[in-house]
């Protein structure tokens, strides 16, 4: 069976920094495109980053040079680094496996995680 | 990076079709996926590629795509459908469209 668990959320200051972690069972984290979503309170989704099974990495432009995704393969566990927090980082993060799709170079998200509360505050 | 652009809210009476939009310039080369959220859960897939169903979503659920829009229709909407539903799409980088509330009552 396929689970994602994230942790590492909490409160944090603005400027601080926090690593998320999303622990994989049930398949291969180095073998799938890995990313993460996030959902501020009360608003829609967010794609943040993806790490590709081959190691390449994309951020979106809110989070990029601040935020660093990477995977521990003997552990099957995906991470998020997160630098330089922002009261606009509160969010819900949700680790999503992704599925290669229809030839087009596209992925959708087939499994999800519970997510992790991250509050940037002081 | 592109956007998608939904309506934020769409109200149907119960046993209604209930059509929800999406517009972004890439989707003529890009398929579309659409995601269901109910309050407190994650998402859950209900069509990709534009029009496929995966197992164990209802037959009501479908989808199209023409030119720079997409569309997720719901013949026969049911009060268990209520919920946000969310446009996306990739090409290196992932985007969501900000969400459509759909109210059935």
């Known amino acids: 069976e396929v689970q994602l668990v994230e942790s590492g959320g909490g409160l944090i200051q603005p400027g601080g920094s926090l690593r998320l972690s999303c622990a994989a069972s049930g398949f291969t984290v180095s073998s799938n495109y890995m990313s993460w979503v996030r959902q501020a309170p009360g608003k829609g989704l967010e794609w943040v980053s993806v790490?590709?099974?081959?190691?390449?990495?994309y951020y979106a432009d809110s989070v990029k040079g601040r935020f660093t995704i990477s995977r521990d393969n003997s552990k099957n566990t995906l991470y998020l680094q997160m630098n330089s927090l922002r009261a606009e980082d509160t969010a819900v993060y949700y680790c999503?496996?992704?599925?290669?799709?229809?030839?087009?170079?596209?992925?959708?998200?087939?499994?999800w995680g519970q997510g992790t509360l991250v509050t940037v505050s002081s | 990076s592109y956007e998608l652009t939904q309506p934020p809210s769409v109200s149907v009476s119960p046993g209604q079709t209930a059509r929800i939009t999406c517009s972004g310039d890439?989707?003529?080369?890009?398929?579309a996926y659409w995601y269901q959220q109910k309050s407190g859960q994650a998402p859950v897939l209900v069509i990709y590629e534009d029009s496929k169903r995966p197992s164990g979503i209802p037959e009501r659920f479908s989808g199209s795509s023409s030119g720079t829009m997409a569309t997720l229709t719901i013949s026969g909407a049911q009060v268990e459908d209520e919920a946000d539903y969310y446009c996306?799409?990739?090409?290196?980088?992932?985007?969501f469209g900000g969400g459509t509330k759909l109210t059935v009552l």
């Open positions: 790490i590709y099974s081959g190691g390449s990495t």
């Open positions: 890439a989707l003529p080369k890009k398929y």
């Open positions: 999503a496996r992704g599925y290669s799709s229809g030839g087009r170079g596209q992925y959708y998200f087939d499994y």
């Open positions: 996306y799409s990739t090409d290196s980088s992932g985007v």
